[in-house]
């Protein structure tokens, strides 16, 4: 049944209904993509608090002891980055390499 109605739909299309068909498809088929991506987005694909509050953005700082307070918050955070750093290379070449306690023989076999 669904096979003799796409015959009656396909058997016409030969030379050139058949290109005037692909064109319409090569026209229609990213317009109504478009169409479909392009309405509604605000309710289609929204994400709930997706862009940050006035209260969760970042805030400019404009007088000398706010910016004086920001520039040493920074120096602090980079600090701590640091030793973190440090400590990590401490233990990832501790890690590498074991240490051999003096007066213990290193085995050789």
């Known amino acids: ?3 003799d109605r796409l015959n009656r739909v396909l058997r016409p299309l030969r030379g050139s209904n058949l290109e005037v068909f692909k064109f319409g498809m090569y ?3 990213p ?7 392009g309405t509604n987005l605000e309710n289609r694909f929204s994400v709930q608090d997706f862009w940050p509050t006035a209260e969760q953005s970042h805030k400019i700082p404009y007088d000398r002891e706010d910016i004086k307070a920001e520039v ?4 602090r955070e980079m600090r701590r980055r640091k030793e973190r750093d ?3 290379m401490q233990a990832r ?3 590498k390499q074991p240490r051999v306690e003096e007066g213990a023989e290193v085995s050789t076999s």
């Open 1 to 3: 049944m669904i096979v």
């Open 27 to 29: 026209l229609l088929f």
């Open 31 to 37: 317009i109504g993509w478009m169409y479909y991506f």
């Open 72 to 75: 040493e918050r920074i120096q």
């Open 86 to 88: 440090a400590a990590l």
């Open 93 to 95: 070449e501790a890690f």
